[in-house]
């Protein structure tokens, strides 16, 4: 399966994903990055490993439509079976959701559906929580709102501040998604209406 990861920065989980699929036996191979912000850091890694690269600059379209548009063109000259949404900070529009239905994933940073939005760790910890995590779904035209195809809980720890929270759910969450899109690649996902899960049951 030929995967097209979408980033606007850091993009770790793009690199988590990255070398996953660099392994031998892996079901996917990464055809490109792309991301909404010339100035991604996640760009130059992808870059470095040889694989292709693109922006497309959400800046130069007034219009949603228009960016959606020409992000679709983009990610369907690569060919892309999945669409991985890694860290991209853009809403998108519900004809561009409707296009990658069931083919694009995105990681998001809390046990879903709670603390939907920004700001998940600062929230998490007003409301004194427990457990914290991250949740790998599938995008549809509400946000953070698609069907949950994996999840990792972490402990929120006395003396936490949102960083610190936030790097604990960033090593689940590069544990989870690279795991998720090989589910993906498998053809191993079941749907039971609008819910997925793996089809032998697995965990
Ligand atoms: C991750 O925490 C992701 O869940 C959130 O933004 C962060 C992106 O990090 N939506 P990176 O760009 O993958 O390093």
């Not at 130059?44 to 063109?73: M, N, Q, S, W």
């Not at 060919?79 to 561009?96: E, H, K, S």
């Not at 940073?109 to 700001?119: E, I, N, Q």
Request: charged letters at 20%; hydrophobic letters at 50%; proline letters at 4%.
């Amino acid at each position: 399966k030929r995967l097209v990861i979408l980033i606007s920065g850091r993009g770790s989980n793009m690199e988590a994903i990255v070398k996953a699929c660099a392994a031998e036996g892996w079901p996917a191979t990464v055809a490109a990055v792309i991301s909404n912000r010339p100035d991604a850091g996640g760009l130059a890694f992808a870059a470095g490993r040889g694989i292709a690269t693109a922006v497309v600059d959400h800046k130069l379209f007034p219009r949603r439509e228009d960016f959606d548009a020409e992000l679709a063109r983009v990610i369907d000259g690569f060919g892309a079976d999945l669409v991985v949404l890694a860290g991209f900070m853009r809403i998108l529009t519900p004809g561009f959701t409707a296009r990658y239905a069931r083919r694009m994933l995105n990681i998001h940073p809390s046990l879903l559906p709670a603390f939907t939005g920004l700001h998940t760790h600062e929230r998490a910890l007003e409301m004194g929580c427990k457990l914290a995590g991250a949740t790998v779904h599938f995008v549809t035209a509400e946000l953070d709102h698609g069907a949950i195809l994996m999840q990792a809980a972490v402990p929120v720890l006395p003396g936490d501040d949102a960083q610190a929270l936030a790097a604990r759910v960033l090593t689940a969450e590069h544990r989870i998604y690279p795991q998720a899109v090989r589910w993906f690649a498998e053809d191993a996902l079941a749907w039971d209406g609008d819910v997925v899960r793996h089809r032998d049951g697995a965990a």
